[in-house]
Every structure is written in C-alpha cells, then in structure tokens.
DNA sequence: TTGAAAGCGCTAACAG
DNA sequence: CTGTTAGCGCTTTCAA
C-alpha cells in the first residue's frame, strides 16, 4: 500500500461526489462532458490508480492466477512460467507460483493456500506422487476454473494443454533404432503422472513397430521424479548391471535427463561408446554437454502461454463451459552425439 | 473467489453479531469462553477462511511482495525465487513475479505495476540496461521497503544482498593464474551493472597482486547482459582475433558464461587446450560441459531467501528504519577440467 | 461480554 | 447529468 489518491480524494478536491468521479473514470455514458474532462485530467495529474484490492472485493475477483509446479528451478517449468508470466501478464492478471518439490502433500497445502487467496483460478502440473485427485474434481465440478499443464490429471474433464508426449517418445526411441541400437532401456518419472505412461508408451510403439521385445527390466520408474539423486542412480546401476546391458537409454523426465549423465560417467561408461543416451529435456545447454544430447524439447513458453489464455478466457467467460480443450503440442527432436550411430 | 463462508455466513448461523464472531475468531479476550468455542467449533466445521482481500482492504496491506528480475529461465534467478518462496510462503505473503528481459523500459513499467497492485515491499535485481535509479530513490524516500539482492542499486541506501563479486572474481582469476595463465581475458555483463565493476575489480587485483598487466583489450562488455547473442559472439571474436591471443577467458555472468562455451567451440578454439574458461554461473549442469566447467557458484537460493527475509522484517517493522543491512554472502569456486593448467 | 455502526476504496442501483 | 446510499468482508471503536 503506498500513499495513492483515492476516489474520495478527487471527490473532495473537485467538489464532487465519489459516484461522479467513478463514472467519469470509467467512462460511463451519464456523464457531463466537462465534468470528465475535469475528472480525467485531474486523475491523470496526481496519478491516480485504482486500488486492485478494493476493487477485487467488490468483483468478487481477485485477477490473480495461482500456479502449481514442481520446482521452479526448472528447465521446462521456468520456461513455462515465463510464457504464464507473458500473457498474464498482458491480461491484468498476477500469477502466485508454489512448489511442490513432488510432494503431494505439499500440492494439497498449496492448492489450499491459493484457494484461501482466492485465486481466480489454477493453472496446475501435477506432482510426481500425487495420486489422489479429488480436490481438483471437486474445485472443477463446483465451476472453478483449472487448467492441467504438462502433468494433467486425466480423470478431470477440463482444459488440458499436454506436448504430444507418445510421438516425442516415439521419435526419440525411432531415432535410435534407426542408429543401429536394438537394446533401448527407458528410464522415465513415477509411474502415477500421465506423462510418464504416454512416454513410456509411445516407446513401446516404437519398439513394436520395428519389431523389437518390449522387456520389463529395461523399464525404471523413478517414483520420485528425480528428485533424489539415489533413485536414479539405483535405476542406472540395475540397468547397466543386466546380463544383455542396454545398448541405449532414453530417459523422458527433464531432471532425470540432466541427472543420468554425471551418474552414467561416473559408472565408467562412455556416451555414446558403451552406452548411447538420449532424453527429454529443455536445457538450453544440452548442446555443450560432453557429449552433446540428443535431446527431446518440449515448447515449455508457448504450453504455458496456452495454458493462461485458456484459463483466462475460462474465468471471464460468462456462461459456464461445458466443452473442454485438450490441447496437444508438438515437440522437437534434435539429434546429436550422443545417440550416435552404433558402429 | 471460490464461494466459502464468510464471518458473516457465521454470524447468522449462530445467531451472533460479526464482531463477536470476529472477536471470537481472533481470540480476543473481551469474549465469553462458551461463544468462543462455539465459533471456533462451527469456524472449523465449515471450513472457514478469512478472506484475504477483505482483509488486505482493511489493514492496507496487500501481504504481497514485489519481485523484479531479468528472466525467470535463468539459473540465478530460479534458482532465487526459489528461494524467495519459500520465506514469502511461510510468512504469508505471496510473491509477483515480473521480469525485465533487462530492459530499463519494462523495468519501470514492472515498478508500476508492481505499485499499482499495492505491492507492499520490493525485491529487487536490476536490468543490465538501467541507469536511472531516481524511481527507487523516491519510493525508498517515502519509507517505501525496497531490498535489492544480486544487482543493486547501489545509491540507494537500503538492505541490499550481494555475492562477494570481488573476491570471487579475485578466486576465479587467482586460480587462473595458479594454473599457469598470464594472458587472460575477461567478459562481463553491462558497465551499468555494478556486479559487472565490482567482479571486474576482483579480476585485476588479482592480475595486481601477481604483477600481471592489466590489459583493456582484454576486457569485454556485454551491455545487453547476453540476451543477445551477437554481443557475445562480437566480444569473443575480437578477444581471440588480438595479435596477443589471451591464454584464458573468465566469464562473470551467468547467461554469458553458458553462452560462450559453444560460440569458442564453433570458432575452432578447443578448451582448455587452446584457451581455457572459467565463469559464474549457477547452472547445475556444468559439470557435465564438454569439457566440465569451472565455475564460481552463488548461493542463490540463500540469497533469495535472505532478501526476502529482510523486506519482510522492513514490511513488518513498527518504527521507520534508518539502518541498512549491506549482506556479502561467499561464492564457491569449484575447480573443473576447462581451466585446466596449461602445458 | 456483546452488539451496532463506521470505514477501508470502489461500483451501482436508485433518486433527484 | 449528478448525488446518496448500500454493500463487498473484515476489524474496531463506542455503547450498552
């Protein structure tokens, strides 16, 4: 709060009553033309600007916007939150952004602490243990505007903006089939987050497609998305300790990607000598890693740019929507060294 | 808004007036032990949630802060609001986030914003291309809370947090030179910036102490802070074209110093062999650079968390406050092949 | 111990 | 065309 003019203010210093000065302000039709005139210019001089707190309580709006994400320190999630930012942004709306560091206990607290903020409405990614949606169903068929991004839940019908996850996966394992490699091992998130299974799928597919086994010990689940360094460790040492060791692996989580490299070096395995290595991350510096990825991108700033202009269109719209987008992205390949062709 | 009960829903229900309910609410002790309970009792029952904006209204506090940074997708920065959330959300404020992509202009159209939302305290890192700081002066002035963390201000006289640049562009140039460099070059961000002077000090006192020369020629200003990319590609290509081609490079900024590893690559130049590179940066990744980086780490996330701690204390305070805190927080160098000695 | 009433800044229905 | 009034949810005098 910070010593603005008030309505009351301009009333007073120009004699005339808050109703008259509101009116004018906001450009009403039963207004002299003169007395706007006068209004206008004297807003404009002491620079004026509407309290946003009085006027949530009286629209019953707070334009704000409450966000739901893992970590913000985050390749994709920052990305995102940028194009959140963007178009929120633009349409006179503030976003609060919590983390939920993949608990879902903390992802509830949150939802109730934007809740109890009176957020307008909820732009969220779901944890990597949340398995429990409930309140999302409830907010959701009580009217309450949601959007899922990325990591939606599936069972609740409304907006949901998601990157073409089987087709990236598929093109990921499709391009190291066609480099030579026959033993792909896919190391992905929790198996409770839609993207994993889509991942994991479109993997499968590809596999069937060229007629490759699908075998289950050449599936990690990370049930922590990541988070702890031992989880993906544990899933890399039981890999590469297989009687037939993966030739490739493909990892479809941003932090696991980022995560796998140190770890696979540190076992002593060459990428991509011994083992070749690709993965879904949107690392702008993929590029200079030792070797350079062949990484999966998704378009983190448009996802979350979609994600907003379709939660804002949500909460202003004036009749209650019954038909709800579900948006798929396409994301990009981009084939470097270290899925190298087998020699 | 999301249809809860309000003190008043309360008041009816238990044939109460408002003000007892509120007064039972917030354990007041002008109140009957009985009616109390039985408030507490019902308050509970249904869920019920002071309304924030309600409440904003009446104390004149928004019990939000105010962020501005360059970028969110920047390791720093992410890294800080992470921080920074994590003390808001447990001292119930929340957090505004907006971003200058180190524009001045934006920067001062964010301040506004920011203002206009009644923000009640600001966090600040300036852009790259600020020079005129009078906006903050004058808020600071009116006893406005204003911290500033990473990119201060530094004629305002408020709380700033800030690495110890000095030293730790002392430590990444002193171990430059340990390893056997004399010819090293330095990038930097914008001149505008005093992280820029202050990490460019460190540089030659080091160059100083061991009587090397300090060589204009070999310092570069990125006055767009590296957002462009050309600016970075320009200062590299002049630095490795001189007569004298520096034996090694630091870089002391973040965005710059991701940036540069693939622009020296492309120019043919190996690292270390042909000429090394150490820089700031906050990237969790750069161990696992072709080849690993040696960098000089902030601790971002505490420096987050220290900034806002200090604001909220300033937001809080009951007496003006003519004392500020001015934090120096330790970097880490972390020693990596890329500054490796030199043969 | 409790209630009535005013007020935070703003808009809008209702009078005039 | 303009003013009066009430009300959004809450706290806090002031009376009782």
Redesign the pocket.
Known sequence: ?FG????????KAL????????????G?????????KLVLEYAEKVN????P???S????KSHSIGVVVCEVANNYFSQAINGIESIAYNSGYHVIITQTHESAAREATNVQHLLSRHVDGLLVSVSASTTDITPYQYLHDKGFPIVFFDRVAQAVNTHKITANNIKGAFDLTEHLIANGFTRIAHITSSRNLLISSERLEGYKEALQKYNLPVQPEYIKHCENGGMIQDEVEMALQELMTLPERPQALISTSDRITTTCIPIIKRMGFKIPDDVAFAGFTNSDVSESFDPPLTVLRQPAFQMGQMATELLIKTIESKRPIYEYQNELVDTELIVRKSSLKLA
Chains 1, 2 share one sequence.
Not at 4 to 11: E, G, R
Not at 48 to 51: D, F, S, T
Request: positive net charge; glycine residues 4%; hydrophobic residues 35%.
């Open positions: 709060m603005s003019y008030t309505i009351k203010d301009i009333a004699g005339l009553s808050t109703s008259t000065v509101s009116r004018a302000l906001n009403s039709y039963e207004i002299g033309a003169e007395t706007k004026y600007r509407p309290n707190i009085a006027l309580l009286k629209e019953q």
